[in-house]
């Protein structure tokens, strides 16, 4: 049974019903339906800025016959408004003839708690944490010009009715806790950002006071920052942190492996299954399946359940991410990768939590290794253009390398590279895998979902750095 | 199709009402409805349809000076009655700031003008299969293009904004769009670009052939690109992208950036921030303009403004709340600009490009690199070497930089400004930026 027509004029088994009578002669497809509540409470500039609360529901029914997929979505919940979206999918692949794939694994497992972080910390709670935020870091001096903090918490609901009359279901929890500061010092201001999150409850980031670890760390980077010199231009050794930096690994290797880009041959990845595209050394994996970390799915937006998947093995190429469209288009199975932003939106096959594993080297060898480069810490956001494989990322925190040692912070810059090419570049892979705190979010075709990286310290022989300072 | 003013005006009320039944001293509120259909094609076959229809509410109650919102897709009035009530709780219970208040009421607006926005022409799907194979038919003629998608869109939208001051408007918008993306290739090495087209009414639509054309021509131009060395150059900015300067120069002097000391251009009212030769305007009454609007998301009048005269920064984009902090009146800039635009420069296209012996002529950036706070700017970039006026060799894999507060001071624009997009800016030049390649 069904929660979702409890308050509706058409009941679980009518909806089956145009659900198979649709699809009867299509390849795949589904009704998805979904129960979205969302907060957001921001503190800024001393005050409570906003406090908002989101209810959306709705269903996206999709209808998917060959390479077509017929898609329509509402929040009216009700016979008329399935029976109009059921007539539109059936016009769109009317000369279409498809044979309705009934197999979807199963699974027992699951990767985080059926949680409301919302209503398991109260509203007066997190007014006050936001406020002590704000007194804590302000403590810090006058230094402190600007303090921002938010608590985002989620929680969503979904039932994928299958033409079988099959219904699997997922609740997924998701908070983020963020905080910014802004310093100023002799008329230089510079900011520093640091969240967490993942799929727990608010209070298992912020407790013990780990809220203030927080704080600490993005006072600590805007510190940093200001004194920060013009960055470097031009081609250089690069030292990657652990942790966060991996969504170099997202943007310049993880989009190019997505399945959608290889069918269609628009990938620069699209001919190089099997082949060396990465030092030896190198093994990348794409995993759906750590326990409530901010990019893990129980079942993907399809039903079906995620797992590990070997992306590069050893520098070879072993597999790309694949949705169920995709998946059959290429003749292999669907790697649980099928994702959407909501039931707005159509499936596509997206990164979970994407890692770079283990080497041998330590983070001083590397840095002791360099003679002249650059040392990046934390990044801000990053971009693929996929066809020609040329990305880039932003440095939040740097230094430059002389000689070996680290010197001065720089200026955030610009780095910029080539995604097939760059992992042959890799020479040195780290010890220290780390998972990053959490706050990652992944934009492809307009749709925005949680995703996390991981990866050790890497050295990169070559990679331009676009600076200020030639 | 689109729901009619009477009836979001009927839920509009009723939230209103509601909340200040349950002891809202004021109430904000706004209704949409929304009906879009895209049609996506790839290499000549259909790929995707999509039919969306949403509804959305969007309240803010406030009890004296505190406030707190709700937002919504489910209409229903079981429902919205849920959320008033949780919207009330959370307000009675959110520490209160003397800067919270709708806007005052001389500032709104007064009458609607039809500006032209909606064309309640429907274009059927069987219309957009046959325009997007026109497109796909262009843009594949050369052999060296291996991929295209093409799609279209068409958006109707209605919407009510109300608060309890009275206020009780809205109107219908509506939008087609086309888009085509292109994949050339060369010697295993592929390139992509994209032409797209944006408009109120389906009749002043560009070609499809000519959107087709424009990707093809573009992507194929692309083909093998080389890095180039490091080094100061003049850069140019393609019209497809120059108008992110105008984004930028919006958001440094957005009254939040100001108020909140977090912005590149403050205190730098009535400097001279560019040459003296620009002028900047934003104009939200344009007929057909897809920024146009008769007023802002609070419901105050939008008038046309001067944002920059003579190089000199005559306004800040304000609201109503960091207007009150800045002890400023709104200019009706709450949700940012409408229309934006450079005014025209004098030099041509032509005389631009051999106004120096050698630039550089971007068409594409890539990355988040602008920091609004400090002006720094360092951005992945792609285009063209021009030498001696004329585009010589694709580069690609490069980054520019430089600080938005010297880049400003060092425009040309060139006088080819087209009004295409809601922020519109000619082809321009900015003398002297750090160029990273090999």
Redesign the interface.
């Known amino acids: 049974m069904s929660k979702f027509f409890k308050?509706t004029d058409i009941d679980t088994s009518q909806a089956e019903a145009i659900v198979t009578e649709t699809l009867k002669n299509c390849d795949d497809g589904e009704l998805y339906l979904e129960n979205h509540k969302s907060e957001s409470i921001v503190l800024?500039?001393n005050?409570?800025?906003?406090?908002?609360?989101?209810?959306?529901?709705?269903y996206g029914f999709r209808a998917v016959t060959g390479?077509?997929?017929?898609?329509?979505?509402?929040?009216?919940i009700s016979k008329e408004?399935l029976r109009k979206?059921s007539d539109?999918l059936k016009?769109?692949l009317k000369s279409k003839k498809g044979t309705y794939n009934h197999e979807i694994p199963k699974t027992n497992s699951k990767y985080y708690e059926n949680i409301n972080p919302i209503e398991s910390k109260t509203?007066?709670s997190k007014?006050d944490l936001l406020?002590s935020v704000n007194n804590y870091l302000r403590s810090k001096g006058s230094i402190v010009?600007?303090v921002t903090a938010n608590f985002l918490g989620e929680h969503k609901s979904i039932e994928i009715i299958r033409s079988d009359n099959q219904i699997l279901k997922d609740d997924r929890p998701l908070v983020r806790f963020n905080v910014s500061v802004?310093l100023?010092k002799d008329g230089?201001?510079?900011?520093g950002v640091y969240g967490v999150g993942g799929r727990q409850s608010y209070d298992d980031y912020l407790k013990d006071g780990s809220w203030k670890d927080v704080c600490n760390e993005a006072f600590r980077i805007a510190n940093v920052n200001l004194e920060s010199k013009p960055?470097p231009?031009?081609?250089m050794k690069v030292v990657l942190g652990p942790g966060w930096p991996a969504i170099l690994i997202h943007e310049a290797i993880g989009h190019g492996l997505e399945g959608d880009f290889n069918r269609?041959?628009?990938s620069?990845f699209h001919?190089l299954m099997g082949q060396q595209v990465a030092s030896e050394g190198v093994t990348i994996v794409d995993d759906g399946t750590l326990h409530q970390r901010r990019g893990s799915l129980t079942i993907d937006d399809e039903g079906t359940p995620t797992e590990n998947t070997v992306l590069i093995e050893n520098g070879i190429l072993k597999n790309y991410m694949q949705d169920r469209l995709n998946a059959r288009l290429m003749g292999t199975k669907s790697t649980g990768s099928g994702r959407r932003e909501s039931y707005?939106h159509?499936v596509l096959p997206r990164m979970r939590n994407t890692m770079m594993l283990s080497g041998k080297y330590s983070q001083d060898e590397m840095i002791s290794s360099v003679d002249k480069g650059i040392f990046a810490v934390s990044f801000?956001?990053?971009?693929?253009?996929i066809?020609?494989g040329?990305?880039?990322?932003?440095c939040t925190e740097a230094y430059e390398i002389n000689n070996g040692k680290i010197g001065s912070p720089i200026?955030?810059?610009?780095l910029?590279?080539?995604g097939p090419s760059i992992l042959k570049e890799v020479s040195l892979v780290g010890n220290d895998m780390k998972l990053d705190p959490g706050i990652g979010t992944c934009g492809k075709a307009g749709q925005g979902v949680p995703v996390g990286v991981a990866q050790p310290s890497i050295l990169i022989n070559k990679m331009?750095?676009?600076?200020?300072?030639? | 199709m689109i729901r009619d003013q009477e009836f979001l005006k009927d839920i509009a009320s009723y939230c209103i009402e509601n909340s200040k039944k349950l002891g809202a001293t004021d109430v904000g509120v706004k209704v949409i409805h929304s009906v879009s259909e895209n049609v996506s094609f790839?290499n000549k076959?259909?790929?995707?349809?999509?039919?969306?229809?949403?509804?959305a509410v969007n309240l803010t109650t406030y009890i004296e000076k505190k406030?707190?919102?709700?937002?919504?897709?489910?209409l229903?009035k079981?429902?919205l009655e849920k959320?008033i009530e949780?919207?009330i709780d959370?307000t009675k219970?959110?520490?209160s700031?003397e800067n919270n208040s709708l806007p005052d009421k001389d500032l709104m607006s007064k009458e609607i003008r039809d500006l032209n926005l909606y064309d309640e022409t429907h274009y059927p799907?069987d219309k957009k299969i046959e325009f997007l194979k026109k497109v796909e038919e262009t843009a594949s003629t050369d052999e060296k293009i291996?991929?295209t998608e093409a799609g279209f869109t068409e958006n109707k939208n209605n919407f009510i904004l109300a608060n309890s001051n009275g206020f009780l408007d809205g109107y219908k918008t509506s939008n087609f769009s086309s888009s085509c993306v292109a994949?050339s290739r060369i010697n295993?090495?592929?390139?992509?670009d994209y032409e797209f087209g944006s408009t109120r009414f389906l009749e002043d639509m560009m070609e499809p052939e000519e959107i087709g054309k424009i990707a093809a021509d573009k992507a194929i131009k692309?083909l093998g690109?080389k890095?180039i060395k490091?080094?100061?150059i003049g850069v140019i900015f393609d019209k497809r992208i120059s108008k992110g300067i105008l984004s930028t120069l919006a958001s440094a002097i957005s009254a939040s950036a100001i108020?909140?000391?977090?912005s590149f251009l403050k205190d730098q009212i009535n400097s001279e921030v560019f040459p003296n030769s620009i002028n900047i305007i934003d104009d939200p009454k344009i007929e057909k303009g897809l920024g146009s609007q008769n007023f802002d998301s609070e419901g105050v009048e939008t008038n046309s403004l001067k944002l920059v005269e003579n190089g000199i920064l005559k306004n800040y984009l304000i609201d109503t709340y960091y207007g009150k902090k800045l002890k400023l009146k709104s200019n009706g800039r709450s949700g940012g600009t409408t229309n934006l635009y450079f005014e025209n420069g004098t030099l041509s296209f032509k005389d631009l490009l051999n106004s120096e012996k050698k630039f550089l002529y971007i068409t594409e950036t890539?990355?988040?690199?602008g920091?609004i706070?400090?002006g720094?700017y360092?951005?992945?970039a792609?285009g063209f070497m021009v030498e001696d006026g004329e585009l010589t060799y694709p580069v690609?894999?490069?980054?520019?930089?430089?600080?938005f507060k010297e880049m400003f001071k060092n425009i040309t624009l060139a006088n080819d400004l087209e009004m295409k997009y809601s922020t519109n800016a000619p082809t321009l030049l900015i003398n002297q930026m750090?160029?990273?390649?090999?």
């Open positions: 308050e800024d500039d005050k409570i800025k906003s406090s908002t609360y989101n209810s959306d529901q709705g390479e077509v997929v017929a898609y329509s979505h509402s929040n009216d408004s979206s539109n016009d769109t509203f007066d007014i406020k010009n600007q802004v100023e230089k201001k510079e900011t960055a231009a031009g081609e269609k041959k628009t620069a001919s707005k159509v801000g956001g990053g971009q693929v253009d066809t020609s040329k990305f880039v990322f932003n200026k955030g810059a610009t910029i590279g080539d331009t750095v676009g600076g200020t300072k030639l | 790839r076959k259909l790929d995707e349809s999509n039919r969306a229809d949403s509804f406030k707190s919102s709700i937002n919504s897709s489910d229903s079981s429902n959320l949780r919207c959370a219970i959110t520490p700031d799907n291996v991929n994949v295993g090495a592929m390139e992509r692309k690109p890095k490091s080094e100061r108020a909140r000391g977090t890539i990355g988040h690199g920091n706070i400090t720094d360092s951005v992945g792609s690609s894999e490069i980054t520019i930089a430089g600080n750090t160029v990273a390649g090999k």
